[in-house]
C-alpha cells in the first residue's frame, strides 16, 4: 500500500475503484484519510479491549464509538486536529476498560490497536466483506447518533458495534464468519431505525403532508443543512422573536412537516437543492449556513466566513457550535449580513416554485384503504420507490428522466436527498394523492419499509409479489446499512446506480445477485419496460 492515501468507500470514488493521491474526489486530503484509518483502528482496538470487560462499558463508551465512526462517514470531517482529539479520547477509554494492561507492553491481542492497511492489502473478497460490515456501522452509527441525542438509545444496538469492529479486525475469519455479519448489519439497522423514527415522532410528533416554498423573504434570515432535527429546534426557539427567519436545505427540508418544528412561524421554507450544489449555491448567499451533519463540502473562500459547524460535524477554520448549542455567532451574523433586500424566487431543479414533504408512514397509512382501494380498481397501477443518495456524478439524470416517463397510473415514493431531481415535478394527483410522496429524509427510510410491510399485509402476499419496484441512488455509508437491511428482510430485484459500490468483489456481488437479483440500472426506458412488461 503505496498510495497516499486508500479510500473506496463512496459511489464517486476515482475510477469506481478508490481514491489513491493526494486528496479524494470529496475533497477529504490524504493526511485526513489516515487519521480517520487511525481513529478506525483505535476503535477496533477499543472494541477488542470490551470482549472480556463489557461490564466496563458505560453510556459514555457507546457515545464514543458512536460519535468515531460517525466522523469517519464521507463529507462530516475534514478537520485533523478534531480527528485527532478523537483519537486521543478513544486510547484513553481503551486504557481506563483494560487498567494495568498497558504496563506489559506486550500486544495481547485484546487490545491492540488495528492498521487499516491490512484490510486495504487484503484478499479482495474479505476486503469486501469487511467493507460492507465497516461502512454499514458507519451508517448506523449516524442514526443512533440522531436518535441519542433525543435521548433515545438501544442496548442491542450499541453492542453490535463493537461485535461488527471485532470481525473487520480480525485476521482469520473467511466468507462463512464473515457474511452473517453483514447480514446482521441489516437487521440491527432495522431496528436502529425504528428507533430513530420513535425518538423524532415523540419528540416532534408525526410528520403530516406540508407545502414548501422555494422563495426566500426580504431581511435577515440563515440555512440550516444537514439532517439533526434536535439542531433545527434549538435553533428555531433561539431566533424567535429576532426577525430572523429560517430556511431548510437539503436533508433537513422533511423538518417542515413536523408539527412541533412547523408551528414556529419563522419557518419559512427551503433554499436550494440537494447537497453537492452548495459551492454553486452558497456563493452569495446573504446569509450564514449552519452544517448539523454531513453532507459538508469544502466551503470556498467566497462564503467561507459564514459558515458554521456544530455536532461531528469539523473543517478547518470554521466557528463550531458546541454541547451547549448557544447559536449566538449565527445569530449575529444573520443581523449583520441581513439577507435580501427584496423577496427572491427560487425554482427546484425542474424549475417548480414549491415542493411537497411530510408523506411519513402515518400519513400514508392513515388513507391505507384509499390506496388499497386504488390498487384494486387499477386507478394505481404500479408503486416506485426513488430515492437515496444524490450526488454530482454525470448519469444522475436517469432518476429525473425515470420518474418523468412512469405511467400516469403510477405513484412515485420517494426518500433522502435524490428526490431534489424530481420533487418539484408536477405530476398529478391520483384519487386526491399526489403522485410524488416525499417521504422525508434516507433516515426516514423505516417508513417506506413499514408502508411496503402493511400493503403486503393488505393484499396477503409478500413484498416481493407487491406491484412495488425500488430503483435507488447511492452515494455514501448510510445508503450501504438501508440497503443492507433491505436485504434482511428478503427484498429483491432492486435497481442500484449510477454505479455499483467500487468495494464489492466480483464474487461478493455475485451472491447479492443470485440470492437478490440485485441489478445496474440501464436507461429509463429498459428498466421501465422490464418492470412494467
Known amino acids: 500500500m503505496a498510495n497516499q492515501m486508500f479510500c473506496f468507500q463512496c459511489e464517486q470514488t476515482a475510477g469506481c475503484k478508490g481514491c489513491t493521491g493526494a486528496a479524494g474526489v470529496c475533497g477529504k486530503k490524504a493526511d485526513t484519510a489516515k487519521l480517520q484509518d487511525q481513529l478506525t483502528g483505535a476503535l477496533i482496538g ?22 468515531g465512526l460517525f466522523t469517519t462517514l464521507t463529507n462530516v470531517n475534514f ?17 481506563r476498560v483494560v487498567q494495568g494492561c498497558f504496563e506489559c507492553g506486550a500486544p495481547g491481542g485484546r487490545n491492540d490497536d488495528y492498521d487499516m492497511e491490512e484490510l486495504w492489502g487484503s484478499d479482495e473478497d474479505i476486503r469486501s ?68 423514527d420513535k425518538a ?29 432535527l434536535y439542531d433545527l429546534g434549538r435553533l428555531l426557539e433561539q431566533t424567535k422573536d429576532k426577525g430572523i427567519n429560517i430556511y431548510t436545505h437539503g436533508e433537513m427540508l422533511p423538518a417542515h412537516a413536523y408539527p412541533e418544528l412547523k408551528k414556529y412561524a419563522h419557518l419559512k421554507g427551503n433554499f436550494g437543492t440537494a447537497w453537492h450544489n452548495q459551492q454553486k449555491e452558497f456563493a452569495d448567499l446573504p446569509a450564514p449556513v449552519l452544517f448539523t451533519t454531513n453532507c ?43 439577507g435580501y433586500s427584496s423577496d427572491m424566487k427560487f425554482t427546484g431543479s425542474n424549475g417548480g416554485e414549491k415542493v411537497m414533504t411530510g408523506f411519513a408512514h402515518n400519513a400514508v397509512l392513515s388513507v391505507a384503504d384509499t390506496v388499497v382501494d386504488a390498487v384494486k380498481s ?95 441512488s447511492w452515494y455514501e455509508q448510510k445508503a450501504v446499512c438501508i440497503l443492507l437491511t433491505l436485504f434482511h428482510l428478503g427484498i429483491k430485484k432492486i435497481l442500484l446506480g449510477p454505479s455499483l459500490p467500487a468495494f464489492l468483489s466480483p464474487n461478493v456481488l455475485n451472491y447479492l445477485v443470485e440470492n437478490y437479483h440485485i441489478a445496474p440500472i440501464t436507461t429509463p426506458e429498459e428498466d421501465l419496460k422490464k418492470i412494467l412488461g
Not at 477499543?46 to 458505560?58: I, P
Not at 442514526?143 to 433515545?152: F, K, N
Not at 446482521?184 to 436502529?192: D, Q, R
Not at 460535524?313 to 445569530?331: A, L, N, R
Open 46 to 67: 477499543l472494541a477488542r479491549s470490551t470482549e472480556s470487560n463489557r461490564h466496563l462499558v458505560t453510556e459514555a463508551t457507546n457515545l464514543l464509538v458512536i460519535e
Open 79 to 95: 478537520n485533523n486536529e478534531t480527528i485527532q482529539i478523537l483519537i486521543e479520547r478513544v486510547e484513553a477509554e481503551k486504557q
Open 129 to 196: 466483506l469487511k467493507s460492507l460490515i465497516l461502512f454499514g456501522i458507519r451508517g448506523l452509527a449516524a442514526y443512533a447518533y440522531h436518535a441519542q441525542v433525543l435521548g433515545y438509545w438501544d442496548a442491542d444496538v450499541n453492542r453490535f458495534f463493537y461485535k461488527a469492529l471485532f470481525a473487520v479486525g480480525t485476521k482469520d475469519w473467511g466468507m462463512s464468519e464473515l457474511l452473517p455479519i453483514v447480514m446482521e448489519v441489516g437487521e440491527i439497522n432495522l431496528k436502529c431505525m425504528a428507533l430513530l
Open 200 to 228: 423524532n415522532t415523540e419528540t416532534y410528533g408525526d410528520p403530516v403532508p406540508t407545502e414548501v416554498s422555494l422563495t426566500v423573504e426580504k431581511g435577515p434570515f440563515i440555512v440550516i443543512t444537514g439532517h439533526d
Open 296 to 338: 459538508l463540502m469544502p466551503p470556498k473562500d467566497s462564503y467561507a466566513d459564514r459558515v458554521f459547524t456544530t455536532e461531528v460535524v469539523s473543517y478547518p477554520g470554521m466557528v463550531h457550535i458546541g454541547e451547549d448549542k448557544d447559536f449566538t455567532p449565527v445569530i449575529e451574523k444573520a443581523l449583520a449580513l441581513g
Open 378 to 472: 387499477g386507478a394505481i397501477r404500479h408503486f416506485f420507490l426513488v430515492g437515496g443518495c444524490d450526488g454530482a456524478k454525470t448519469g444522475r439524470n436517469y432518476y429525473t428522466e425515470f420518474v418523468k416517463q412512469t405511467p400516469s397510473d403510477s405513484v412515485i415514493l420517494t426518500l433522502a436527498c435524490g428526490k431534489y431531481r424530481f420533487n418539484d415535478l408536477d405530476l398529478g394527483t391520483i384519487g386526491g394523492l399526489p403522485r410524488i410522496m416525499d417521504m422525508g429524509q434516507c433516515n426516514d427510510a423505516y417508513s417506506a419499509i413499514k408502508v411496503a410491510i402493511a400493503l403486503a399485509e393488505a393484499f396477503g402476499c409478500g413484498v416481493n409479489d407487491l406491484p412495488l419496484s425500488m430503483v435507488l
